[in-house]
């Protein structure tokens, strides 16, 4: 049986259900009874102010933190579910779920083309990694994914040359080499030139139906560009979810986040 959100559309099935999520902190709920469901295919924004546990929450669907009460599940397309929270970070990633941190962790000293070929090899293994050739399906791969994310034209210049913009694209390549189900996207814009993030938020959209996306972010204009359905969190909650103009629009939403945003760009 395929899990369906019932009170969501009816005809795409759901990849992910966080339900009850807790966790704390000292006692602190960074996540308080969180409720989260993710259709296959689609490209979900997370905003929220800074403290709302969203990064927390990428934590715990990727095994990096374990939550204290509450279930992740991921639905797999043959109607199988897993228990994500019973999982460890490293069986969690191989189910093809993968997570952009914001700082990229690139190889700065390799070329963009040997990024992708080691990448690819995560895969396989230290062993097979030794004896590896890249035959010519890995070439055809990797030359697709870089025209994915516009950098076929650096793909011989050391990865340490690219600008801050092509570095962020270059890691979220070496992410899609893996064909992901599920990528995990932390503030993919902070940083970037306003040309650099309009061109992140068409490679973003551009991956959406192939891969399931969540996409965590402050920039509200990049948002706008992206915005699917928008989810706010707040305390470790759920406080709204909707189009991007009726979560802007609520007046709980302002207070929150909205409101506060002057005050927070300032500590950015
Ligand atoms: P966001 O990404 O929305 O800014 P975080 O998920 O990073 O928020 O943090 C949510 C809350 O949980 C914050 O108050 C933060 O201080 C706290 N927190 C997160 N991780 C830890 C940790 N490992 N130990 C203690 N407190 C943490
Ligand atoms: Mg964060």
Known sequence: MLAYHTSLYRDTPLILSV????????????????????????????????????????DIITGRTRPDSGTVVMHEQDGHDLNL??????????????????????????????????SLNKERGVF???FYRESKQDRERIMEVLKNVGLEKRVND????LSHGQKQWLEIGMLLAQDPRLLLIDEPAAGMSDEETERTGELLLSLEKKHSLIVIEHDMEFVRQ???????????YVLKEGSFEAVKSNPE?????????GKKSQQN
Request: charged content about 25%; cysteine-free; glycine content about 10%.
């Open 253 to 261: 939403v302002i207070e929150v986040y909205l409101g506060r945003k």
């Open 158 to 161: 050391l990865a340490g040359l």
């Open 85 to 118: 929270s019973k999982m460890r970070e490293f069986e969690i990633n191989r189910l093809g779920i993968g997570r952009k941190f914001q700082t990229p962790s690139i190889y700065k000293s390799h070329t963009v083309y040997d990024n992708l070929v080691l």
């Open 226 to 236: 992206i915005a699917r359905k928008v989810t706010v969190l707040h305390q470790g």
């Open 128 to 130: 097979a990694t030794l």
């Open 19 to 58: 339900t009850g999520v807790t966790k704390a902190f000292d006692g602190f709920k960074a996540i308080d009874d969180l409720n989260f469901y993710l259709e296959q295919g689609e490209l979900r924004t997370i905003i929220g102010p800074n403290g709302a546990g969203k990064s927390t929450f990428l």
